[in-house]
């Protein structure tokens, strides 16, 4: 079996650039749009009678996560019906995949990120 890394085409190279460049601009936008979301929260309920912390970074993060969940599954975000649920079976097998090998199989690597919570 060859493990080399495959030597790519010129129009293979000009494509993995030009996926990398559009994956790289849109997870900024993502990641902005949290920022901005929880920013605003927090600025519009200075001027309420609300006296419970506004919603957390994580909060909007996690609304994100479940509305693009559906929507990879087919759903209707809004509604949350809908979608294919073998197709949602993988797309969580996939994120089990990930904390088994990142997240806990990283442990036994030296400067892991290890949380004790």
Not at 23 to 36: F, P, S, T, V
Not at 47 to 57: L, N, R
Not at 63 to 87: I, S, W
Request: charged share 25%; glycine share 6%.
């Amino acid at each position: 079996m060859n493990d080399s890394c495959p030597v790519l085409t010129p129009a293979e190279r000009q494509y993995a650039e030009i996926e990398a460049r559009a994956r790289q601009d849109m997870l900024a936008k993502i990641y902005k749009a949290i920022e901005e979301a929880t920013a605003q929260a927090a600025e519009e309920l200075k001027s309420t009678d609300w006296t419970e912390a506004p919603p957390a970074h994580d909060y909007f993060a996690a609304v994100a996560h479940q509305k693009l969940f559906v929507h990879l599954c087919g759903g209707d975000p809004e509604t949350f019906r809908g979608g294919d649920p073998v197709l949602a079976g993988h797309i969580l097998k996939n994120g089990q995949n990930i904390v088994d090998h990142y997240f806990i199989g990283a442990k036994a690597e030296p400067g892991a990120n290890q949380s004790t919570a």
